[in-house]
Nanobody
Framework: QVQLAESGGGLVQAGGSLSLSCLAS????????MAWYRQAPGKEREMVAR????????DYLDSVKGRFTISRDNDKNTIGLQMNSLRPEDTAVYYC?????????WGQGTRVNVSA
């Protein structure tokens, strides 16, 4: 079993920055890839970015390329998402995801609200 806990969401004005963090606990040595997803009101959940166990970022959502950066610290069992130049369309609940031994794990989500 793996547990994920996000932190760092909040309210920010357009053009501002926020940093999200996700702390993994439990059988962390079994975790492979991790990712950030988001779900805006009335929309489907979408992947924002993912990162391998070897800390290689992959597959940024086109709309966040150049603005968001995913990172990972295996010693601290955390992944982060640095979000710069935020836009109102980035408003969503952001979820941490981990794959471990063929099982998908999700955090509870942290809300990001970007005002115009």
């Amino acid at each position: 079993q793996v547990q994920l806990a996000e932190s760092g969401g909040g309210l920010v004005q357009a053009g501002g920055s926020l940093s999200l963090s996700c702390l993994a606990s439990g059988k962390t040595w079994t975790i492979g890839g991790m990712a950030w997803y988001r779900q805006a009101p009335g929309k489907e959940r979408e992947m924002v970015a993912r990162i391998t166990r070897g800390r290689i970022p992959k597959d940024y959502l086109d709309s966040v390329k150049g603005r968001f950066t995913i990172s990972r610290d295996n010693d601290k069992n955390t992944i982060g998402l640095q979000m710069n130049s935020l836009r109102p369309e980035d408003t969503a609940v952001y979820y941490c995801y981990a794959s471990a031994e063929g099982v998908d794990y999700w955090g509870q989500g942290t809300r990001v609200n970007v005002s115009a």
